[in-house]
């Protein structure tokens, strides 16, 4: 990317590297990182033309969510928009992000999840 004039780099984090919760250290944790590792990257290599951004989905409807994530009623009525994100929706957020329509946007993490982490409590 640097001896091509540039680029964009897009990075998988989610909402629980930046909001904690009970019996997720590990898994937070690893996410923050990907996180910070994104800004500092973004830092590194910016002025090589190469952007670095990252997105925290919240529950997308994979199938390592298991069968009952469609109706797992308790993560839906918190969201905003009351249902899980399809892949192909987070999948839009990279897409928007790779393109030239992000060519100002570094070192940012967008937050891809209905609403869920807008709740006070």
Known sequence: MVENGG???VSLGSIAGLFGKEGRAAYSASKAGVIQLTKTMSLEFGDAGIRVNA????LTLT????????TNGQTIQRAAIKRLATPDEIANVVI??????????????IVADGGLSVRYN
């Open 7 to 9: 680029g964009a780099i």
């Open 55 to 58: 997105v925290a989905p919240g």
């Open 63 to 70: 199938a390592q969510q298991g069968p009952n994530a469609a």
């Open 96 to 109: 928007f992000l790779l393109s030239d329509m992000a060519s100002y946007v570094t070192g940012h993490t």
